[in-house]
């Protein structure tokens, strides 16, 4: 049975065919071999009958024909045909005797009593028909047609029924053999087919038992265990799964499916858990942006994650922990500028009122001079008058230049301010594309989570447009700060020109003031004095109107960057940064002096940058 296991269901069914066929061989060799014998036995009983028979009728022919031969050996009397007679007497004997020979091995039972009898009676009448030769030869018909007729006629008839009697009774023998030959044939036949139809009956119930025991019970078990497994009852025992059939294969698929149905109810669970666990991320992370979106920059993930998504809180709290210090930095960076920036343009409106005042002193002394001529003989008081003058022209010119160099030193601080602006701005762009690269990340991680990350696919989408424009904010502070610190160079080179102008009209003052020293002694070259002085005092003028102008440009600047950091500071001040924020109060408005009616008629000198300052160092990152 071990076997049968172990073969396919193909061998199976071929070792039952096969177990058929060498039945139906057996039972046909069994049968082609007694149908055989009782032919060989019948071929032989009817042979030896009909043989016997065929002898024995010979032999009674013989018989006959030899009386015959003795009747007519009684009316011979032709010589040569007696010896004729003679010839053929001693042949036919010999003749039936060879018969009798021939005919005696088959004699058996009753046959071969009536043989004996036969042969006795036979060798009677030879010896009662012995003398006919001689008596014929002695003359004696009488004597030899009494034997010849009366005795060896009735010994001969008594002999010729024996024969018809043995005949008769062969024959009979030979019709008993051929129906006991059919009989047995029938009966042989009978005995075969019942005999194959036990077998046949006997290897079929044989193989229906085995064919239920190894094929169709397995099966069947193994359909009812298949419905059980898609019923969904997993805990079934499978068997058969030792067999080397196609049973045994079925089992081990079978449990294969039953062991996959298993691991399929724990992957559920599994997946059950880990999107609980996903559910609650997700929505830690809807609630943290949410208050993002509002400008809360203190809504961190408290909410404990397993270990799987605790980077993502991790990154999340520190993300929104540095750009709260980002924006603190900013808001505090912004305020620092808005004060400088106020204080660069009250000082640069201060400059401007004294550039004006200086402009309209010149301009009252070109009229002195002017009138000098006229006043020639008042040359002791003018002059003394002059020297007071162009003292307070120096005292005047010093104070300038005094106010040009804090106002150079304000721009220097400006400048430098504006350089940490371009840094932090450097910084927030940094930190934007970071917070891009992250939010690309997130994203990369939401579409391998599949649906259930198209929520925070959405939200990093958010995320990613935010630090874009944050990133474009930063591009547009830093182009505005860099066209601030062009234009803080711009006036600190125009207030250095100031400088240098104050500088020369210090000098110029002074030589006045020597002019007017020696005007006493030498009122000739008054007239040249005088003139020089006029030339001086226009190129003088010039330049302060170039001052003043630029000082005015300096002032409008100074405004506006003022005005671009006051929104700054606004836009910073939406974020919630928490107990970290500092006040981010608006400056009171600055109070601007009423311009005078003065206008500069001098177009202001082009402001020249040095290559160092304000160079993007952003197009390496």
């Given amino acids: 049975m071990r076997f049968l296991s172990n073969v396919g269901i193909a061998t199976k069914i071929l070792l039952v065919i096969g177990v058929l066929a060498l039945l139906t061989l057996s039972v046909v060799a069994g049968a082609s071999m007694q149908l055989s014998k009782l032919s060989s036995a019948t071929s032989d009983l009817i042979g030896d009958e009909a043989e016997s028979v065929k002898i024995a009728s010979a032999a009674s022919t013989k018989l006959a024909r030899l009386h015959q031969v003795w009747l007519e050996r009684l009316i011979e009397t032709d010589t040569e045909k007696l010896s004729s007679l003679r010839g053929?007497?001693?042949?036919?004997?010999?003749?039936?005797?060879?018969?009798?020979?021939?005919?005696?091995?088959?004699?058996?039972?009753?046959?071969?009593?009536?043989?004996?009898?036969?042969?006795?009676?036979?060798?009677?009448?030879?010896?009662?028909?012995?003398p006919i030769e001689d008596l014929l030869n002695a003359g004696n018909v009488r004597g030899a047609e009494q034997i010849g007729q009366d005795t060896g006629g009735?010994?001969?008839?008594k002999i010729d029924d024996a024969f018809d009697t043995l005949v008769a009774r062969q024959d009979r023998d030979l019709d008993a053999g051929a129906v006991a030959a059919k009989q047995s044939a029938d009966e042989t036949i009978w005995w075969l087919v019942v005999a194959s139809l036990v077998s046949l009956v006997l290897v079929a119930a044989m193989a229906v038992i085995g064919i239920r025991r190894t094929v169709t019970g397995p099966l069947g078990d193994m359909v009812d265990r298949?419905?059980?497994?898609?019923?969904?009852?997993?805990?079934?025992?499978?068997?058969?799964?030792?067999?080397?059939?196609?049973?045994?294969?079925?089992?081990?698929?079978?449990?294969?499916?039953r062991d996959a149905a298993i691991e399929k109810q724990k992957i559920e669970a599994a997946q059950k858990l880990a999107d609980a666990e996903q559910k609650k991320v997700v929505d830690s992370l809807e609630r943290g942006l949410s208050q993002l979106s509002k400008g809360d920059l203190t809504a961190q993930i408290t909410a404990e994650f397993s270990p799987s998504y605790e980077a993502v809180k991790t990154n999340f709290n520190e993300a929104l922990t540095s750009l709260r210090a980002?924006?603190?930095?900013?808001?505090?960076?912004?305020?620092?500028?808005?004060?400088?920036?106020?204080?660069?343009?009250?000082?640069?409106?201060?400059?401007?009122?004294?550039?004006e005042a200086n402009a309209a002193s010149l301009e009252q002394t070109s009229a002195a001079v002017t009138?000098?001529?006229?006043?020639?003989?008042?040359?002791?008081?003018?002059?003394?008058?002059?020297?007071?003058?162009?003292?307070?022209?120096?005292?005047?010119?010093?104070?300038?230049?005094?106010?040009?160099?804090?106002?150079?030193?304000?721009?220097?601080?400006?400048?430098?301010?504006?350089?940490?602006?371009?840094?932090?701005?450097?910084?927030?762009?940094?930190?934007?594309?970071?917070?891009?690269?992250?939010?690309?990340?997130?994203?990369?991680?939401?579409?391998?989570?599949?649906?259930?990350?198209?929520?925070?696919?959405?939200?990093?989408?958010?995320?990613?447009?935010?630090?874009?424009?944050?990133?474009?904010?930063?591009?547009?502070?830093?182009?505005?700060?860099?066209?601030?610190?062009?234009?803080?160079?711009?006036?600190?080179?125009m207030v250095q020109k100031v400088d240098g102008a104050l500088a020369d009209i210090s000098g110029n003052v002074a030589e006045v003031h020597t002019l007017l020293g020696q005007m006493a002694s030498d009122n000739q070259a008054q007239s040249t004095a005088i003139t020089e002085i006029s030339i001086?005092?226009?190129?003088?003028?010039?330049s302060t109107q170039q001052n003043a102008a630029m000082v005015?440009?300096?002032?409008?600047?100074?405004?506006?960057?003022?005005?671009?950091?006051?929104?700054?500071?606004?836009?910073?001040?939406?974020?919630?940064?928490?107990?970290?924020?500092?006040?981010?109060?608006?400056?009171?408005?600055?109070?601007?002096?009423?311009?005078?009616?003065?206008?500069?008629?001098?177009?202001?000198?082009?402001?020249?940058?040095?290559?160092?300052?304000?160079?993007?160092?952003?197009?390496?990152?």
């Fill in 88 to 130: 053929e007497i001693n042949e036919e004997r010999t003749r039936l005797a060879s018969l009798l020979s021939e005919l005696k091995p088959f004699m058996e039972g009753e046959d071969k009593a009536s043989f004996i009898a036969i042969e006795r009676e036979l060798a009677e009448y030879h010896r009662l028909m012995a």
């Fill in 371 to 493: 009138q000098m001529d006229g006043r020639l003989k008042a040359t002791a008081l003018a002059a003394t008058r002059t020297v007071t003058s162009a003292d307070g022209a120096i005292a005047t010119v010093v104070q300038g230049r005094s106010i040009t160099d804090h106002a150079v030193q304000a721009m220097s601080r400006v400048a430098d301010g504006a350089k940490g602006i371009d840094s932090v701005i450097e910084g927030l762009d940094k930190i934007a594309f970071q917070t891009r690269v992250l939010a690309m990340n997130a994203a990369v991680e939401a579409g391998r989570a599949g649906e259930a990350g198209r929520g925070f696919a959405v939200v990093a989408d958010l995320v990613s447009a935010l630090a874009m424009r944050s990133e474009e904010e930063a591009a547009r502070a830093r182009g505005q700060l860099t066209a601030t610190q062009t234009d803080i160079v711009a006036a600190v080179e």
């Fill in 154 to 157: 009735d010994l001969y008839a």
């Fill in 226 to 257: 298949m419905g059980s497994l898609a019923r969904g009852q997993n805990d079934i025992k499978v068997e058969n799964t030792e067999r080397g059939d196609e049973i045994g294969k079925i089992a081990k698929a079978v449990l294969v499916f």
């Fill in 552 to 621: 005015e440009q300096t002032s409008a600047a100074a405004r506006n960057l003022s005005s671009e950091v006051l929104t700054m500071v606004e836009q910073a001040a939406k974020f919630n940064v928490g107990s970290e924020r500092k006040s981010l109060r608006p400056l009171a408005p600055t109070t601007h002096m009423p311009r005078t009616g003065y206008t500069a008629p001098v177009k202001p000198l082009p402001a020249s940058i040095s290559p160092g300052v304000g160079a993007d160092e952003w197009t390496s990152f």
């Fill in 536 to 542: 001086a005092i226009g190129t003088m003028d010039q």
């Fill in 326 to 355: 980002l924006i603190s930095t900013v808001s505090e960076s912004a305020a620092g500028i808005r004060t400088g920036s106020t204080e660069i343009a009250q000082a640069s409106e201060d400059l401007a009122r004294r550039t």
